[in-house]
């Protein structure tokens, strides 16, 4: 490392900042052949701090009270400048953040990112996934339409059938047996609470990548300074070209297409009165939705859903063959993308009405995703032989 | 003096090219704002819509006040505890004429006209099934029998609604110009609800541009940058 500067060397002594970031940011030694799904942490960097940015802003124009809520977050598409541009983004946003969140872990799950010694960075990883998801979800209640309502009463339904606790700790939580002022004020404090905890575990997730250092797809960590790169300004400028191009799409979103992934029945005011035809969730929680439904049984369902989540935790103790990447496992190279296809069936399946045929398909895709993670991954990885 | 003769020849041709331009330009949302004044705001509002959002087509800021100042709304109670009314300001919302849902169904055959400030959003069909039922009432088939304050409309799966035809050839005035037919009314109409359901369209629209082509350079650029860069990597 370069001596510190006469000035930079005051600060050096009391707290090395620069000499971490020249280490940790310009000199870190990345591999090198990485693809461009190494990508995908970045654009979840650069999302999370818009999410804030705007959300700052628009919890600043919004009235977190069942009489005033829908109409302040009328007034912000409307009458409140730039609003309509806040709005859009951070609507677009929990859009782009859930897309790169499970294309991140979809790519953690094939190039084996998960394994020695990178477990740790997998659980926070997944951990910050459950974290966005109780916020996505609290975030959603807050503009007060009819699906934030019916939405989160299908939630708060399941979370009833759980035995003993779940109704009494829900009321507990949310102040009443069904949704009312208190709880959407309490979701309000929880939605951004949450934005900001997320933060401080990504610190973790980024503190445990930069120690055990990143995994690349051929699943063999780099042995020689000559096997890598450092990260300023390989990645920087890789990321900065991929980055612009993430943000295209985003803007297309934005900008162009904002209806497209929004739904219409959320610009009615919630009424508790009026049940919809039918209550569709957003799509980053259709999967979970369809297995909720597939089930016959209400805590089955809630039992699975949150089982569906569990299994990926539990991975780096049942897929135990030291070999990461996909590409050298010939029966996972088979069974992980049908496992990806499941989850994108559940996805599909969630967004239907449970007719007959969507219930059998989510009970075969969901079938699959448990058979994989519970049955083929234990198995290939005892017997399998690796090419 | 062929140069005298081109510059003639090129104010000649300038007024045809006004011509063709009528008094007051306007589009199908902007006369179909006037139709919301004069038709629709009889019985509908939009509560989540201000008088000054009106500016968005093209209606002068004078237009709004006065437009405003015509309307009555709700100002709390005298000191007798009756109900106090003011001229609404251009920074009010355009309210139903019903101060409340009860008289709004009272004088509604028991139906509430709904809100319109989202209805080309929300409404299966959108705009166009706004425009659909507009133009789809018809005289009610012999032996059809329907309630009071039910009118035949093809377009409703039911084929009856509660709102009387609203639509009239001529009954309006369009200073542009363009005849008001039930036709041009219904379409009019429809495009002014789209715009309202979808507010700042074409604001969005228009700095998208922007965003893409500067997104596009940028990635131009970078790309550039990032090729140039990893070719001289130390193999």
């Given at each position: 490392?370069?001596?510190?500067?006469?000035?930079?060397?005051?600060?050096?002594?009391?707290?090395?900042?620069?000499?971490?970031?020249?280490?940790?940011?310009?000199?870190?030694?990345?591999?090198?052949?990485?693809?461009?799904?190494?990508?995908?942490?970045?654009?979840?960097?650069?999302?999370?701090?818009?999410?804030?940015?705007?959300?700052?802003?628009?919890?600043?124009n919004?009235t977190p009270d069942i009489t005033q809520a829908f109409a302040s977050?009328e007034a912000?598409?409307r009458q409140?400048?730039?609003?309509?541009?806040?709005?859009?983004?951070?609507?677009?946003?929990?859009?782009?953040?859930?897309?790169?969140?499970?294309?991140?872990?979809?790519?953690?799950?094939?190039?084996?990112?998960?394994?020695?010694?990178?477990?740790?960075?997998?659980?926070?990883?997944?951990?910050?996934?459950?974290?966005?998801?109780?916020?996505?979800?609290?975030?959603?209640?807050?503009?007060w339409?009819?699906?934030?309502?019916?939405?989160?009463?299908?939630?708060?339904?399941?979370?009833?059938?759980?035995?003993?606790?779940?109704?009494?700790?829900?009321?507990?939580?949310?102040?009443?047996?069904?949704?009312g002022n208190?709880?959407l004020h309490?979701?309000?404090?929880?939605?951004?609470?949450?934005?900001?905890?997320?933060?401080?575990?990504?610190?973790?997730?980024?503190?445990?990548?930069?120690?055990?250092?990143?995994?690349?797809?051929?699943?063999?960590?780099?042995?020689?300074?000559?096997?890598?790169?450092?990260?300023?300004?390989?990645?920087?400028?890789?990321?900065?070209?991929?980055?612009?191009?993430?943000?295209?799409?985003?803007?297309?979103?934005?900008?162009?297409?904002?209806?497209?992934?929004?739904?219409?029945?959320?610009?009615?005011q919630?009424?508790?009165?009026?049940?919809?035809?039918?209550?569709?969730?957003?799509?980053?929680?259709?999967?979970?939705?369809?297995?909720?439904?597939?089930?016959?049984?209400?805590?089955?369902?809630?039992?699975?859903?949150?089982?569906?989540?569990?299994?990926?935790?539990?991975?780096?103790?049942?897929?135990?063959?030291?070999?990461?990447?996909?590409?050298?496992?010939?029966?996972?190279?088979?069974?992980?993308?049908?496992?990806?296809?499941?989850?994108?069936?559940?996805?599909?399946?969630?967004?239907?009405?449970?007719?007959?045929?969507?219930?059998?398909?989510?009970?075969?895709?969901?079938?699959?995703?448990?058979?994989?993670?519970?049955?083929?991954?234990?198995?290939?990885?005892?017997?399998?032989?690796?090419? | 003096?062929?140069?005298?003769?081109?510059?003639?020849?090129?104010?000649?041709?300038?007024?045809?090219?006004?011509?063709?331009?009528?008094?007051?330009?306007?589009?199908?949302?902007?006369?179909?704002?006037?139709?919301?004044q004069?038709?629709?705001a009889a019985c509908h509002g939009m509560d989540h819509v201000d008088y000054g959002d009106m500016?968005?087509?093209?209606?002068?800021p004078d237009a709004i006040r006065s437009w405003a100042a015509d309307q009555q709304i709700p100002n709390g109670t005298d000191d007798n505890g009756d109900p106090k009314t003011r001229s609404a300001t251009p920074a009010d919302p355009i309210l139903s004429p019903y101060p409340n849902e009860a008289v709004g169904r009272l004088a509604n055959?028991g139906?509430l006209p709904?809100d319109?400030s989202?209805?080309?959003?929300?409404?299966?069909?959108?705009?166009?099934?706004?425009?659909?039922?507009?133009?789809?009432?018809?005289?009610?088939?012999?032996?059809?029998?329907?309630?009071?304050?039910?009118?035949?409309?093809?377009?409703?799966?039911?084929?009856?609604?509660?709102?009387?035809?609203?639509?009239?050839?001529?009954?309006?005035?369009?200073?542009?110009?363009?005849?008001?037919?039930?036709?041009?009314?219904?379409?009019?109409?429809?495009?002014?609800?789209?715009?309202?359901?979808?507010?700042?369209?074409?604001?969005?629209?228009?700095?998208?541009?922007?965003?893409?082509?500067?997104?596009?350079?940028?990635?131009?650029?970078?790309?550039?940058?990032?090729?140039?860069?990893?070719?001289?990597?130390?193999?």
């Amino acid at each position: 490392m370069p001596a510190p500067e006469k000035t930079s060397g005051w600060l050096e002594r009391r707290l090395p900042v620069m000499s971490v970031l020249r280490r940790e940011y310009i000199a870190f030694p990345m591999p090198r052949n990485l693809n461009a799904l190494w990508s995908f942490g970045a654009f979840l960097m650069v999302t999370m701090a818009i999410m804030i940015a705007s959300g700052l802003f628009l919890a600043i124009n919004y009235t977190p009270d069942i009489t005033q809520a829908f109409a302040s977050v009328e007034a912000i598409d409307r009458q409140i400048p730039s609003g309509w541009f806040l709005r859009s983004l951070h609507m677009g946003g929990v859009t782009m953040l859930f897309a790169c969140l499970y294309i991140h872990i979809a790519r953690s799950l094939w190039y084996g990112s998960y394994k020695a010694p990178r477990e740790l960075l997998w659980l926070t990883g997944l951990g910050l996934m459950l974290m966005v998801m109780v916020t996505a979800f609290a975030g959603y209640v807050l503009p007060w339409g009819q699906m934030s309502y019916w939405g989160a009463t299908v939630v708060l339904n399941a979370a009833h059938t759980i035995p003993l606790i779940g109704k009494p700790v829900s009321e507990l939580l949310l102040g009443g047996e069904t949704l009312g002022n208190t709880a959407l004020h309490r979701l309000f404090v929880l939605h951004f609470t949450m934005a900001f905890a997320i933060v401080a575990v990504i610190a973790l997730h980024v503190t445990a990548l930069h120690v055990v250092k990143p995994n690349n797809p051929s699943g063999i960590d780099p042995v020689s300074p000559k096997q890598t790169l450092p990260f300023h300004p390989y990645y920087t400028s890789r990321d900065g070209f991929a980055l612009c191009l993430f943000l295209m799409v985003y803007a297309g979103l934005v900008f162009f297409l904002p209806d497209l992934l929004t739904l219409a029945d959320n610009y009615v005011q919630a009424n508790p009165l009026v049940t919809p035809r039918d209550i569709r969730p957003e799509w980053y929680f259709a999967p979970f939705y369809a297995i909720l439904r597939a089930v016959p049984s209400r805590l089955g369902g809630l039992l699975l859903a949150v089982g569906s989540l569990a299994v990926l935790f539990a991975l780096p103790a049942l897929d135990r063959s030291p070999t990461r990447s996909a590409t050298r496992r010939p029966l996972v190279r088979l069974s992980l993308p049908l496992a990806f296809l499941s989850f994108i069936l559940l996805g599909v399946a969630g967004m239907h009405p449970p007719t007959e045929t969507w219930l059998i398909v989510s009970r075969l895709a969901m079938a699959w995703w448990f058979i994989h993670f519970l049955v083929v991954m234990p198995l290939v990885s005892e017997r399998e032989i690796t090419s | 003096m062929s140069r005298l003769i081109r510059n003639l020849i090129l104010v000649a041709s300038l007024p045809p090219l006004f011509a063709t331009l009528p008094a007051c330009a306007s589009t199908p949302a902007q006369r179909g704002l006037i139709v919301f004044q004069q038709v629709c705001a009889a019985c509908h509002g939009m509560d989540h819509v201000d008088y000054g959002d009106m500016a968005a087509f093209g209606l002068s800021p004078d237009a709004i006040r006065s437009w405003a100042a015509d309307q009555q709304i709700p100002n709390g109670t005298d000191d007798n505890g009756d109900p106090k009314t003011r001229s609404a300001t251009p920074a009010d919302p355009i309210l139903s004429p019903y101060p409340n849902e009860a008289v709004g169904r009272l004088a509604n055959h028991g139906l509430l006209p709904p809100d319109l400030s989202r209805l080309a959003m929300t409404l299966p069909g959108g705009a166009e099934q706004i425009r659909r039922i507009l133009l789809s009432y018809a005289p009610t088939p012999a032996g059809v029998k329907l309630d009071d304050g039910r009118y035949y409309n093809t377009a409703l799966k039911w084929k009856h609604i509660g709102m009387p035809p609203p639509l009239q050839d001529g009954m309006l005035t369009y200073p542009d110009g363009t005849k008001a037919t039930t036709q041009q009314m219904a379409t009019d109409v429809s495009a002014f609800l789209n715009d309202v359901a979808h507010p700042h369209a074409a604001e969005r629209r228009r700095i998208g541009l922007y965003a893409l082509a500067y997104l596009a350079l940028m990635a131009l650029l970078t790309f550039v940058l990032q090729r140039r860069i990893w070719k001289s990597r130390p193999q």
